[in-house]
Antibody, heavy 117, light 108 residues
Framework: DVQLQESGPGLVKPSQSLSLTCTVTGYSITSDYAWNWIRQFPGNKLEWMGYISYSGSTSYNPSLKSRISITRDTSKNQFFLQLNSVTTEDTATYYC??????????WGQGTLVTVSA | ENVLTQSPAIMSASPGEKVTMTCRASSSVSSSYLHWYQQKSGASPKLWIYSTSNLASGVPARFSGSGSGTSYSLTISSVEAEDAATYYCQQYSGYPLTFGAGTKLELK
């Protein structure tokens, strides 16, 4: 069974970078699928942030394009989110999820990141 | 960006009642690319219905989905207490991928 688990700091200061890791078990991230970051704001709005595909290509939400980077470590079966120059508006629960075809079949449990001084 | 508008934002139903919630897209979405997720409080979203009308594994048969073009719906034929949750639609027809704001189903 495919499982995803987010990890990273729960508190980030404004203007700093947010860095999260998604560890995937039960499936190789180089076999297939696109590996995504999705966030859910207070109030529950869901925003797709971007993905890194099994081949290493990336796609980002234009609303974030200048601040976001998604990379991976295939030896550890992990992929990463870096979001630069964060503000309090980046406070959200961050999920990693697999896009298995045109839908998100597997999700991590989510990690709350608060941006605050 | 294809904006998905869900209605109602909140609905209340009694056990046994039939309910329908809708998802309207600002641009046409292929029926293969419109999906629904269920999210309960404190949990991550779960794929619930994919490609308009296909139930994900483990989803009870009282759920159904339909629609085409810019208008889609999720129906529960006879609501049960365990169905209390927020339901989100999602489109894959164009990037960025987008979600609706959700319909929260409350049980009376």
């Amino acid at each position: 069974d495919v499982q995803l688990q987010e990890s990273g700091p729960g508190l980030v200061k404004p203007s700093q970078s947010l860095s999260l890791t998604c560890t995937v078990t039960g499936y190789s991230i180089t076999s297939d699928y696109a590996w995504n970051w999705i966030r859910q704001f207070p109030g529950n709005k869901l925003e797709w942030m971007g993905y890194i595909s099994y081949s290493g290509s990336t796609s980002y939400n234009p609303s974030l394009k200048s601040r976001i980077s998604i990379t991976r470590d295939t030896s550890k079966n992990q992929f990463f989110l870096q979001l630069n120059s964060v503000t309090t508006e980046d406070t959200a629960t961050y999920y990693c999820a697999s896009l298995t075809g045109p839908w998100f079949a597997y999700w991590g449990q989510g990690t709350l990141v608060t941006v605050s001084a | 960006e294809n904006v998905l508008t869900q209605s109602p934002a909140i609905m209340s139903a009694s056990p046994g009642e039939k309910v329908t919630m809708t998802c309207r897209a600002s641009s046409s979405v292929s029926s293969s690319y419109l999906h629904w997720y269920q999210q309960k409080s404190g949990a991550s979203p779960k794929l619930w219905i994919y490609s308009t009308s296909n139930l994900a594994s483990g989803v009870p048969a009282r759920f159904s989905g339909s629609g085409s073009g810019t208008s889609y719906s999720l129906t529960i034929s006879s609501v049960e207490a365990e169905d209390a949750a927020t339901y989100y639609c999602q489109q894959y027809s164009g990037y960025p991928l987008t979600f609706g704001a959700g319909t929260k189903l409350e049980l009376k």
